[in-house]
C-alpha cells in the first residue's frame, strides 16, 4: 500500500518558473525522502529531511516538513527543461525491522521551453 | 550514476514461468532492497536483505524470493509469474541498516513483461 501521496499528479509550467509538490503520508515517520525518476528509469535521490527538521535546500531545492500535519513540500526554484521528471516522496515510517521506505504515488512535472 | 547495476534490462516471460533477477550493488553497501513498480505507481517494498539474510518483508507471497551472496549482490526469484508480476523491479542498496533508512541507491532496474 502506498503511505505517502503525492499532489498534484501531474504538474506543467514553463522553464524559468517554479515548481511545488506536495506529499502526505499516515503514520510517525524517522524520515522523509524526496527522489526523482526519469521515464522508465531507476530512481534518484535528491533530498532527505529528517522528522525534528522543518525545512532543508539543495541547491535549487528547498524541503519542508510539518510532521503535525504529516505533510511536505518540494519547491524546485528556476525550473528547466531537464527538471522533466516523475518525483516521490518516500517516507522511513518507524515500521518492521527491514529499513524500507514507503513511497507515494509521484507527481509527473513536466518543464516547456 | 549510482554503481548499482542490474540484468537484464528487459525480459520478456509468459505465465507460469520463472524468472531470475540480478543485481550488485554500489562498493561498499551491505544492505539490499528490492521494490516492484507498477506503471505509473511509485515503488513498492518486496524484501531486503542484510549480511545473506533476508532482513524484512513487504506484502508480497512466497513466489517471490531472493538471496545475498558473500559479495552483497543479491537474486530476486519469481515463480509462477502472473500477469500483474509486469513491472520495473528495482535493486537498492545501502551501506547499514542503522536505526533510520537512509539513503538509498537505485539500479536502473528490470523491466518484466508478462505474456
Known amino acids: 500500500s502506498q503511505q505517502g501521496e503525492e499532489d498534484p499528479q501531474a504538474l506543467s509550467i514553463q522553464e524559468g518558473e517554479n515548481a511545488t509538490m506536495n506529499c502526505s503520508y499516515k503514520t510517525s515517520i524517522n524520515n522523509l525522502q524526496w527522489y526523482r525518476q526519469n521515464s522508465g528509469r531507476g530512481l534518484v535521490h535528491l533530498i532527505l529531511?529528517?522528522?525534528?527538521?522543518r525545512e532543508k535546500h539543495s541547491g535549487r531545492l528547498r524541503v519542508t516538513l510539518d510532521t503535525s500535519k504529516k505533510s511536505s513540500s518540494l519547491l524546485i526554484t528556476a525550473s528547466r527543461a531537464a527538471d522533466t521528471a516523475s518525483y516521490f516522496c518516500a517516507t522511513d515510517d518507524q515500521s518492521g525491522s527491514a529499513r524500507q521506505l514507503t513511497f507515494g504515488s509521484g507527481t509527473q512535472l513536466t518543464v516547456l521551453p | 550514476e549510482t554503481g548499482v547495476t542490474q540484468s537484464p534490462t528487459h525480459l520478456i516471460k509468459t505465465r507460469g514461468q520463472q524468472v531470475t533477477l540480478r543485481c550488485s550493488s554500489q562498493s561498499g553497501h551491505n544492505t539490499v532492497s528490492w521494490y516492484q513498480q507498477a506503471l505509473g505507481q511509485g515503488p513498492q517494498f518486496i524484501f531486503q536483505?542484510?549480511?545473506?539474510?533476508?532482513?524484512g518483508r513487504g506484502n508480497f507471497p512466497p513466489r517471490f524470493s531472493g538471496l545475498q551472496f558473500p559479495n552483497y549482490s543479491s537474486e530476486l526469484n519469481v515463480n509462477a509469474l502472473e500477469l500483474d508480476d509486469s513491472a520495473l523491479y528495482l535493486c537498492?542498496?545501502?551501506?547499514?541498516?542503522?536505526?533510520?533508512?537512509?539513503?538509498?541507491?537505485f539500479g536502473e532496474g528490470s523491466r518484466l513483461t508478462v505474456l
Open positions: 537498492a542498496s545501502s551501506s547499514d541498516r542503522g536505526s533510520n533508512t537512509g539513503e538509498l541507491f
Open positions: 536483505y542484510y549480511r545473506e539474510e533476508e532482513n
Open positions: 529531511i529528517r522528522s525534528n527538521e
